[in-house]
């Protein structure tokens, strides 16, 4: 049946389109493991939040239930008498204009009970329990990059590049497997290191391990540093460039995370130096605050040379299905919104230019979130509308990960490639 052809193309590849939907729900572990071929993310670890609530026993989920629903009351309570300023009056005006399409996309996922099922188990998907659990708890703790690369003696650190391949022979019947193994020892900050292999590669850097999918490349530095990633010639520059910044908040729990940046450092920021002759598709990830809208609105992409496209809404479900939050809590929505954009080079033919996609408006994407601020890998979503040549050449902004087929930049783009978030196969 037609469902059942959903369902095997999602475990595929972590895609499931809603029949007749502008929604579709993601896997970020099914798609994340498309970079790796003798790896795979552990979805325990990548699914570190949203779990916990879903209790096997019933009484305890009740329980929750009824918490939860008080909490509710209380902040739809407090939200009424809330009298909103006529900044955060446009920031609620922007919210009903797509309420009921939010609302529309979470239903087609709250009725696909059969899917919600493998939802509910994306958490220990593929791996045995203990396996993934012991796995999990490993409580060595992760290098700051931000610290360690601020030392004086950032430019002597090295990391060692593990590379490993596997070839077939096909003239050599009798042996078809040959092993290459290969050490590369170089700069860790302020240098583009790359795996242009087509396997894994494990990395070592000041006794951590770190896991470089096939055929990607980082560039570790502070944004002062940026400048040296810009290609020497247009025609090496990228048509996808996924930005998502480190954007001031107001949240406690963010600060602690990482260190934020005010705009006006985001203007400097070489997008049209970055994109390629073809013109680039630019994806900037926003907060719901209406000054940063209309900052970017404004002053950003005209700034950058981007001409808006289209918005693209990513809402948050607990592994239940559930929205992560009300989606009418001014404060805590459960989404988080894309901005799409082109950008063409001043020196960029006019052929070229006519040939830029139209993105359409409103897409949703739907998962389950994995740590504080961490995204959804969203490239693959993207691509039927970057300009241009196939396979895209892309980049990600203040990444803290590493894809194929990719260059990451930041100042800890190794940040989730470490060891602990993966599995051997
Ligand atoms: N997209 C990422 C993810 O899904 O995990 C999250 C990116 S987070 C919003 C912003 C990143 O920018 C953080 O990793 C932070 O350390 C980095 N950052 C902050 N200040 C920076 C700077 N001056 N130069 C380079 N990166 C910086």
């Not at 009351?73 to 300023?85: F, G, Y």
Request: glycine fraction near 4%.
């Amino acid at each position: 049946s037609e469902q059942s052809d959903r369902l095997s193309v999602f475990l595929l590849t972590g895609i499931y389109r809603f029949e007749g939907s502008n929604a579709m729900f993601i896997d970020p572990v099914r798609i994340l493991n498309r970079s790796y071929t003798r790896f795979r993310v552990l979805p325990s670890a990548y699914y570190s939040r949203f779990f916990d609530s879903i209790a096997d026993n019933s009484t305890e989920t009740q329980n929750n239930c009824s918490r939860n629903s008080k909490k509710r009351k209380r902040n739809k309570k407090k939200e009424k008498s809330q009298n909103l300023n006529p900044r955060e009056q446009i920031a609620d005006q922007r919210h009903q204009e797509v309420r009921s399409m939010l609302l529309k996309a979470h239903e087609a996922l709250i009725e696909s009970s059969e899917f919600l099922e493998i939802v509910m188990n994306l958490r220990n998907d593929g791996c045995d329990k203990e396996k993934c659990e012991t796995n999990v708890i490993s409580q060595d703790t992760e290098l700051d990059f931000v610290e360690v690369g601020s030392v004086w003696q950032a430019p002597l650190y090295e990391i060692t590049l593990n590379f490993h391949q596997d070839e077939m022979m096909e003239k050599n019947a009798g042996f078809p497997l040959i092993q290459f193994y290969e050490q590369r020892v170089v700069q860790v900050f302020n240098n583009l290191v790359a795996n242009e292999g087509s396997s894994d590669v494990e990395a070592e850097f000041l006794n951590h391990r770190y896991i470089v999918p096939k055929k990607s490349c980082f560039y570790m530095s502070d944004l002062g540093k940026i400048h040296n990633l810009i290609p020497a010639e247009s025609d090496r520059g990228f048509n996808l460039i996924v930005i998502d910044p480190p954007w001031e908040n107001s949240s406690a729990h963010q600060k602690l995370k990482y260190r934020t940046l005010p705009n006006r450092y985001f203007l400097s920021l070489p997008i049209k130096q970055f994109t390629h002759t073809v013109g680039s598709l630019v994806a900037l990830w926003v907060t719901n605050k209406e000054k940063l809208r209309s900052f970017v609105e404004n002053e950003l992409f005209p700034k950058w040379g981007v001409k808006y496209a289209a918005t693209f809404y990513w809402l948050k479900v607990k592994a239940d299905g559930l929205l992560i939050s009300e989606l009418d809590l001014f404060h805590h929505r459960p989404y988080e919104c894309v901005l799409l954009g082109y950008c063409h080079r001043d020196d960029m033919n006019s052929e070229h230019l006519l040939r830029l996609n139209h993105v359409p408006n409103n897409q949703v994407f739907i998962s389950v979130p994995g740590d504080y601020s961490r995204k959804p890998p969203i490239g693959e979503l993207l691509l039927e509308y970057v300009p241009g040549f196939r396979p895209a050449r892309s980049i990600e902004l203040f990444s803290r990960e590493m894809i194929a087929d990719w260059t990451s930049w930041g100042n800890e783009p190794l940040h989730f490639q470490d060891s602990r978030y993966f599995l051997r196969k």
